[in-house]
């Protein structure tokens, strides 16, 4: 009888155990299938149920619909060409060109965490065009026409966004300055792309409400969004998820090296009511930045809603930021 009921509790110790590793795991593969995996449109479409409110007021169309919907419209309307790269992980990249007449420069738009250059840059990319700028709206891995499963926060897109500089680069007949222009997600994979080669004709970069890191960012979210103060179990699940199946690591999307290496002259950007990235983001990258710097935060904008709460700044802040570095 005593071997027997050794034997039960044995078996309910590792029941439990079991049991316990299991929602362990469970709750860190929830928060990684739901920030970083990304089974395609279906998927998203799917997913409208999820709509925290910090989404919702961190989009344009919850004040400037009309804006928003018209700069998308005007998008949509013009003929573009597309363009495809491969990644240095293989998948096949896609991009929109929209030259303009007597272009002064490039400029790149690396749009957000799954986002696209049609609505992150719906009320800017107009103004951009008709001020002499050729425009590339890459679509990041895993949005768009983009292949890919997994959004890295930087980690790969930083790689994606030095490619498609070079393969501006390669067109560039005239040598017209380059600039790399993000929001968001793509403002932190800009800042990455920085501290790595990157053609000559690259001039600048353009860094609107980025953050400094996907554990950081990952930290926010936990924090503002499910009120979660201590998440370092949470973030290690989460990291050994994305070594598994993403092949790469959270410390991978990170700006601090890029920052301290790059010499390109940056404006940064960043909305001071934004609770999706917050402004302590943009405020740590400027001071880590050793190039030439200028931050301008606009105030009550919330994510993504800078050019919308004050065009007239942001778009005069640009303009004097391309004829500072245009030569």
Same mark, same amino acid.
């Given at each position: 009888m005593n071997d027997t009921g050794n034997?039960? &509790?044995?078996?309910?110790?590792?029941? /439990?155990? =079991?049991?316990?590793?299991?929602? #362990?795991?469970?709750?860190?593969?929830?928060? #990684?299938?739901?920030?970083?995996?990304?089974? +395609?449109?279906?998927? %998203?479409?799917?997913k409208k149920w999820f709509q925290l409110s910090h989404i919702k007021k961190n989009h344009p169309r919850d004040k400037y619909e009309k804006e928003y919907e018209e700069g998308k419209l005007w998008?949509?309307?013009? %003929?573009? &060409?597309?363009?495809? /790269?491969?990644?240095?992980? +293989? *998948? $096949? *990249?896609?991009?929109?060109?929209?030259?303009? &007449?007597? =272009?002064?420069?490039?400029?790149?738009?690396?749009?957000?965490?799954?986002?696209?250059?049609?609505?992150?840059?719906? $009320?800017?990319?107009?103004?951009?065009?008709?001020n002499a700028c050729n425009l590339l709206f890459i679509d990041q891995r895993c949005c768009g026409l983009s292949e890919g499963e997994y959004i890295t926060f930087g980690a790969k897109e930083q790689w994606d966004v030095q490619q498609w500089s070079y393969y501006i680069a390669a067109r560039n007949k005239e040598k017209l300055p380059i600039y790399l222009y993000g929001e968001s997600m793509g403002a932190a994979a800009v800042l990455m792309a920085s501290g790595h080669k990157l053609p000559e004709e690259v001039k600048g970069l353009i860094a609107?409400? +980025?953050?400094?890191?996907?554990?950081?960012?990952? %930290?926010?979210?936990? =924090?503002?969004?499910?009120?979660?103060?201590?998440?370092?179990?949470?973030?290690?699940? !989460?990291?050994?998820?994305?070594?598994?199946?993403?092949?790469?690591?959270?410390?991978?999307?990170?700006?601090?090296? =890029?920052?301290?290496?790059?010499?390109?002259?940056? *404006?940064?950007?960043? +909305?001071?009511?934004?609770?999706? !990235?917050?402004?302590?983001?943009? !405020? $740590?990258? $400027?001071?880590?930045c050793s190039a030439p710097k200028e931050l301008v935060i606009i105030p009550e904008a919330r994510h993504l809603c800078a050019p919308y709460a004050a065009p007239g700044l942001y778009r005069q802040k640009m303009l004097d930021f391309f004829e500072k570095y245009d030569n």
């Open positions: 034997k039960q &509790k044995i078996l309910r110790l590792l029941e /439990i155990t =079991a049991g316990a590793f299991g929602l #362990f795991v469970a709750f860190g593969w929830s928060f #990684f299938d739901m920030l970083v995996r990304c089974k +395609g449109k279906k998927r %998203q479409k799917k998008c949509a309307e013009q %003929q573009m &060409k597309d363009c495809f /790269i491969r990644s240095r992980d +293989g *998948l $096949y *990249l896609h991009a929109y060109y929209l030259p303009t &007449k007597e =272009a002064k420069r490039f400029v790149l738009l690396s749009h957000g965490y799954k986002g696209s250059g049609f609505g992150d840059f719906a $009320y800017t990319a107009r103004f951009l065009h008709e609107d409400c +980025g953050f400094c890191s996907m554990k950081r960012q990952l %930290q926010d979210i936990a =924090a503002n969004w499910f009120h979660l103060d201590w998440v370092e179990l949470l973030l290690f699940r !989460v990291d050994l998820f994305c070594r598994m199946f993403g092949r790469f690591r959270m410390s991978d999307a990170d700006t601090i090296e =890029a920052m301290k290496k790059n010499k390109r002259p940056v *404006l940064f950007f960043h +909305g001071e009511a934004d609770t999706y !990235v917050v402004p302590e983001n943009s !405020v $740590y990258n $400027y001071a880590l």
